[in-house]
């Protein structure tokens, strides 16, 4: 039985993974700051706050030793109030390059050593759109600086996880109807998330550090 962690699994997409590779009979390790109030109870829900290292660390080394197939870091947050140029909140800009880059590299280091174990060894960093500089039509740039940000940060590393047989992606799940991407999204989770698994199954260690929607078309840099 293959395994996959998700971070921010409580609502909207890692809810939606949960769901979906349960139903496909993976074990998942699902993971919030509130797995209890989330839903989430059972003995492969833990408390992970993406924002607190120790957190992290801790999550990792109650599994030590466990594989883990697929990573999916999704946790992330996109604050919107504040974030135009004249009217910039730069608390708000480090508290989003926080959670958006820098917690994701950090729970990538923490676990490669589980994925490192396991048959499948990969990990996929949800990112967006937005992030691309060459289809970047303006506003917004805490956000899209953020998810930039994770790209170049993946794709620095992906040279390195590839030597140990990992696989790293970066991955738009789309304009998604949920609380961040609000009622009138384009796609449904369902959608989102069904498309996002077939591209994951269709990964090679050929394809490390790239960029791609969630139905497998690469996304420009």
Request: proline fraction near 5%; glycine fraction near 10%; charge should be neutral.
């Amino acid at each position: 039985m293959p395994t996959v962690l998700v971070t921010g699994a409580s609502r909207g997409i890692g809810r939606e993974f949960v769901l979906q590779y349960r139903k496909a009979g993976w074990r998942v390790i699902a993971t919030c700051r509130d797995p209890e109030g989330a839903g989430l109870k059972n003995s492969d829900a833990f408390e992970l706050d993406v924002s607190d290292p120790v957190s992290i660390k801790n999550v990792a080394n109650i599994l030590a030793g466990d594989p883990i197939d697929l990573l999916i870091n999704n946790a992330g947050i996109h604050l919107a109030k504040h974030a135009n140029f004249g009217n910039l909140d730069y608390d708000a800009w480090d508290e989003v390059m926080w959670i958006n880059v820098l917690a994701p590299l950090r729970v990538a280091e923490c676990f490669a050593p589980h994925v490192a174990l396991s048959d499948r060894k990969q990990m996929v960093f949800v990112s967006s759109i937005m992030g691309s500089i060459e289809n970047n039509s303006g506003g917004m740039p805490i956000y899209r600086s953020s998810k930039a940000a994770l790209n170049q940060a993946v794709r620095s590393v992906a040279p390195e996880l590839r030597s140990k047989g990992i696989t790293s992606l970066l991955i738009h799940p789309g304009w998604v109807r949920t609380d961040m991407g609000g009622p009138n999204a384009a796609i449904d989770a369902q959608t989102s998330v069904r498309g996002m698994r077939e591209t994951i199954e269709g990964l090679t260690l050929a394809m490390a550090g790239t960029y791609v929607n969630y139905d497998g078309n690469p996304i420009p840099w």
